[in-house]
């Protein structure tokens, strides 16, 4: 890990970044999120995790609005998410998100991958831009990629790429759905690398992920999902010492224990 | 290292040996029959098969068309000619139909004075869509692309270049009025106005602006009506314009199919199953027959225009079609890649799903090019002058009456080097667009 890395992560402060509120979600008839209520306040680094299929990835998209929640309020920085398209493209240019298949656009070189919605949405001149976008590759370290195409690159090469696209919009909070999980084990460590020098930044964090290393390393809160619930969230050394409810024990010893 | 093993080996070699050519046998031509034609009893057989097969279909044909006469001004020219140069009974083509009816072949009635028009229309098409089909010429060039339809336009049917430039003043207006009303964010008006402000000009401004502009510059070409046009510039006139005006058309109701908004995807979907469910010699009847009872008393809408309106709508049922697949072959990544960084629905069409769908889709989409053009050749019962139809009056007239293979070589030749070219372009761009995905 890099000097960045080993800085204790800065404070969290009162600011409320992400403010969810008896929020309700079907896919048809089934009930994948159940009354979930989440405040996330700026400069928190959120570690979500939980069985497959206990709805972490719906939670996460939620807050961008990929996936469409049918009760209760989510409110991004001050902004309520609605059918108003207005509320939902000021959220997504404020809010980053990271996939797991990276979603990289393979047509596009890396730098053009990374300068494109700067260029569209915030109409940054093209030049500017690219200044930014290779600030943000030098600092996932991969800044001699900057002309490649994405299918040229390894996968954890591919995945820095998408952080720092994501960073190159300046986002306020970044939102992450098991970036490692795609990745074979020697890859793994360079994009956690990333995302925790991301966090000793300040970054404010939601990040759907098992790496349990990581969530010890920086995360200020852990939350664990079952069966469309919170059921438990706690600090990581209360959480991972010291579980209160059965399936939370029962999923930490199907985890950690192999 | 190297101090480590300078001790520990015996023996470095340190001068390396060059590379020698491999052994004659495994070389060049021989080494390739070997491998390709003979490398086991079944090639061998094969290849002898296949040879026989080529001398069989070759040994008539390559000797008539070599020995073709050229020079003639009737079939029975030709032949007292043939029979003059070879013994009794020996075929030779008459390529002399070609040389004596190429005009008609290539321009149909087009005037013989203004025969330099369509190849020249043909010239600022090309360079119109080349910045467009090569990505290396200069975007410079993309200025000109605007403003083509209407040189073409002017170049084939003459007239005043008043009558294309008050009309293309018509789309400038919708244009600037669209834009200047969206900058101001009034989208629906803007639309609106666009649509309207140009309507009206057309209506009520277009014809009196171009008369008097007419007056006071009288700058013109001899007209050429469309009953005139035929042959291979038709042909490349309704190909052309199907082509290009199909594909913008094809893309709108491919992205309409996959629309949420319920109306528009069922009237996508409504619009190609009828028009494909239909065969294009019944829409060529529709366009030629029931086309003008629809269209305001007294306006003669030309029946080329009609053509080419309905290979163009035809067209595009097919190309939406081709144009799908490419979408749906797309992972919804994509998708998601450009709503989580906030483009607009626009926006990730253009930047973002079309680029890749269309990749994907050019083999297709080539595919119907090609169809298309070919397709062209069904005009003929609709009485307009393609080449087949007028192979078959070259045929009607006395001195040609009875020849028969030498137009219908030509004829098929010239669609399949303009088919080729279209195949071996889609091959390049395919290449060239190859991005390394794994
Ligand atoms: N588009 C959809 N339509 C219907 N059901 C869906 C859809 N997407 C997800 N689901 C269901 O919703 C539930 C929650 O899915 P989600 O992807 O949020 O789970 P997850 O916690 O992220 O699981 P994993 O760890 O496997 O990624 C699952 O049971 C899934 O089958
Ligand atoms: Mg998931």
């Known amino acids: 890990m890099t000097d960045a890395a080993l800085a204790a992560p800065p404070p969290v402060t009162e600011e409320v970044a992400v403010q969810i509120t008896k929020m309700n979600k079907w896919y048809g008839s089934f009930h994948v999120l159940r009354d979930i209520d989440l405040t996330v306040y700026r400069g928190e680094r959120i570690v979500i995790c939980g069985p497959s299929g206990s709805g972490k990835s719906t939670l996460i998209r939620c807050i961008n609005r990929l996936e469409e929640h049918q009760q209760g309020q989510i409110v991004v920085d001050g902004t309520e998410l609605t059918s108003n398209l207005r509320n939902v493209d000021k959220v997504r240019s404020e809010v980053g998100m990271v996939f797991q298949h990276f979603n990289l656009f393979p047509h596009l070189t890396v730098l053009e991958n990374c300068t494109l919605a700067p260029i569209w949405v915030r109409k940054v001149p093209k030049r500017e831009a690219e200044e930014t976008a290779m600030h943000f590759l030098k600092k996932v370290r991969i800044p001699e990629q900057a002309a490649k ?11 820095r790429v998408a952080i720092a696209r994501a960073l190159c919009m300046r986002p306020k909070i970044m939102l992450f759905d098991e970036p490692t999980s ?39 809160r852990v939350i664990f999902m079952d069966q469309g619930q919170i059921v438990e969230q706690n600090t990581p050394r209360e959480f991972f010492n010291n579980p209160q409810s059965e399936r939370t024990k029962l999923f930490l010893s199907q985890i950690l224990g192999h | 290292m190297s101090e480590l093993h300078a001790q520990t080996v015996a023996q ?31 090639n061998i057989i094969l290849t002898v098969l296949a040879i026989w097969l080529l001398w069989v279909a070759l040994r008539d044909v390559v000797p008539w068309a070599w020995r073709g006469v050229w020079r003639a001004s009737s079939l029975n ?12 009974g020996t075929s030779a083509a008459c390529w002399a139909v070609l040389t004596d009816r190429w005009r008609q072949l290539v321009f149909g009635f087009y005037p013989a004075s203004q025969i330099w028009r369509p190849p020249l229309a ?92 007419a007056g006071v510059a009288p700058l013109a070409l001899p007209a050429v009506a469309s009953k005139d046009f035929g042959g291979f510039t038709l042909s490349i006139i309704i190909g052309l314009s199907g082509i290009s005006l199909s594909l913008p058309l094809g893309v709108l109701l491919a992205l309409g199919r996959r629309s949420d908004m319920l109306i528009i995807s069922k009237a996508s979907v409504f619009y190609i199953e009828v028009i494909r469910g ?80 269309l990749k994907i889709s050019i083999p297709g989409i080539v595919n119907s090019f ?16 393609d080449p087949i139809r007028m192979a078959s009056s070259i045929r009607a007239t006395t001195a040609w009456g009875g020849i028969y293979w030498e137009l219908y070589v030509f004829i098929g030749l010239t669609f399949w080097v303009f088919c080729f070219s279209m195949s071996r372009y889609s091959i390049w761009l395919e290449r060239r667009l190859e991005r390394g995905h794994r």
Not at chain 2, 12 to 41: C, H, K, Y
């Open chain 2, 122 to 213: 043909l010239v600022v098409f090309l360079l119109a869509v080349s910045p467009i089909l090569f990505a290396r010429l200069p975007r410079r060039l993309l200025w000109l692309t605007p403003a083509a339809p209407f040189l073409i336009f002017w170049l084939l049917w003459g007239g005043t270049i008043w009558g294309p430039v008050a009309a293309a003043l018509g789309f400038a207006l919708g244009v600037a009025a669209f834009l200047a009303l969206s900058r101001a964010r009034y989208p629906i008006l803007a639309l609106l106005a666009g649509i309207l402000l140009p309507v009206l000009y057309w209506s009520f401004v277009a014809g009196p602006l171009a008369r008097a502009l």
């Open chain 1, 149 to 159: 195409y994405p299918g040229q690159l390894s996968g954890g090469q591919q995945q």
């Open chain 2, 370 to 385: 090609i169809g298309l053009f070919k397709d062209t050749t069904l005009v003929s019962i609709i009485a307009m002058f």
């Open chain 2, 77 to 88: 020219e030709c032949r007292a000619i043939r029979d003059q140069l070879y013994p009794e």
């Open chain 2, 278 to 357: 239909v065969p294009l010699i019944v829409w060529l009847f529709v366009a030629q027959l029931i086309l003008n009872y629809f269209l305001p008393r007294g306006t003669n809408f030309d029946l080329m225009l009609r053509v080419i309106i309905m290979v163009t709508l035809f067209a595009a049922a097919y190309i939406a079609e081709v144009i799908r697949g490419g979408l749906a072959a797309l992972p919804r990544g994509q998708y998601e890649a450009g709503d989580a960084l906030g483009l607009t629905y626009w926006q990730a069409m253009q930047l973002i799903v079309l680029p890749q769908a």
């Open chain 2, 12 to 42: 470095v070699r340190d001068t390396m040996l060059p590379p020698v050519p491999p052994p004659r046998r495994e070389t060049g031509a021989i080494r390739w029959l070997r491998q390709n034609l003979f490398s086991g009893p079944l």
């Open chain 1, 182 to 220: 795609a990745l074979d084990p020697e890859m793994i460590k360079e994009v956690l690398d990333t995302m925790i020098e991301l966090a000793r930044e300040g970054m404010t964090m939601l990040c759907v992920t098992h790496e349990m290393g990581f969530a010890q390393a920086v995360a200020n």
